[in-house]
């Protein structure tokens, strides 16, 4: 792969000086690289879309839900919230094992075949003969994906595109480094559904597009914009692979920024799962996710309060 200087850059894509090394402290040219002082681009990298040009859409989603329908998950939140602080042991045991279901879960959506406990005894440090390197990765990298989230949400991060970016990152890693962290740079089609993903030199711009309607999501109640997040990242599918699972993590990042627990999505579900996405992203229809992801956070809510 070749590269170009900053100078170099500022005449192929006639912006300032200034604003390109913005925007690589920013992390949104792909593929550069610092090198001491001084940064090696990409000469095939695409010019980021200006988001001071860009405007939200005037998102209208169709969520036909009561207006009390969240009544029961807030109730038992503010119960949980009353408990806090939760134990230290008995929270990092809740962490462990919601963890771990999460990462057996979220990999068994996409086809990984390791059971439950060759997930644990895999996060343990130990190889399960007959399971291939991929698998092995996939359970690894979901667990230090997860973790990065806590990071995330200690540090009280926002929701962008960098870190949608890490997070994909930790997902492919030593799996497919080359599109770790990189948007697709060709055009894809979801196994099974309905819908479409855009063309592949749309993303910069829906992506920053993306990260703008998430911003004005915040007449929504939180499960409804975390839902919502999460659907409208895999209806763009940025990525070649890992928009699902990437995609779940991202959900569960905003839900925790936001004081609710992660939900888990069980592979069992993933028909009526993969219905209530296609539904949305074919009619704008958010109602069957959002319910879906309703009843998993009442569900986990109900498993901390047992242990309290």
């Known amino acids: 792969m070749g590269f170009m200087t900053t100078k170099e850059a500022v005449e192929k894509w006639n912006i300032s000086e200034r604003r390109i090394r913005q925007l690589l402290q920013d992390g949104r040219i792909e593929g550069a690289v610092k090198v001491g002082n001084s940064w090696n681009i990409p000469i095939d990298a695409d010019k980021p879309v200006d988001k001071r040009i860009i405007k939200p859409d005037d998102n209208k989603f169709i969520i036909d ?3 009390n329908y969240f009544d029961e998950v807030d109730s038992l939140k503010k119960e949980l919230d009353r ?5 230290k042991e008995t929270l990092k045991s809740l962490k462990e094992s919601i963890n771990l279901e999460w990462t057996y879960n979220s990999n068994g959506i996409e086809g990984n075949t390791l059971t439950l406990r060759e997930t644990q005894v895999v996060l343990e440090g130990i190889t399960v003969g007959g399971k291939s390197i991929k698998e092995h990765l996939e359970a690894i990298n979901h667990e230090k994906a997860i973790l990065y989230l806590d990071d995330l949400v200690k540090d009280k991060n926002p929701i962008t595109e960098w870190n949608i970016k890490n997070i994909h990152q930790l997902i492919l890693k030593d799996i497919d480094n080359e599109n770790a962290g990189r948007y697709r740079k060709e055009n894809v089609t979801i196994k099974g559904a309905t819908h479409i993903p855009p063309d592949y030199l749309k993303l910069p711009e829906l992506m920053e597009k993306l990260i703008l309607n998430y911003n004005t999501w915040n007449e929504y109640h ?3 914009k975390a839902a919502l997040l999460h659907g409208e990242l895999v209806k763009i599918h940025p990525f070649v692979d890992g ?3 990437t995609s779940r993590l991202l959900m569960n990042l905003d839900l925790m920024n936001s004081g609710y627990n992660p939900v ?3 592979k069992e579900l993933r028909l009526k799962y993969y219905e209530a996405l296609d539904k949305a992203h074919t009619t704008g229809n958010y109602t ?4 879906l992801v309703t009843k998993l956070e009442v569900e986990m809510l109900k498993k901390y309060l047992e242990l309290l």
Do not use: A, C, E
């Not at 408990?83 to 134990?87: D, Q, S």
């Not at 069957?288 to 319910?291: G, I, N």
């Open 65 to 67: 839900l009561d207006d």
């Open 83 to 87: 408990k806090r602080p939760i134990p």
């Open 222 to 224: 939180p499960i409804i």
């Open 243 to 245: 928009n699902g699972r």
């Open 264 to 266: 888990i999505i069980k």
């Open 288 to 291: 069957d996710f959002v319910k």
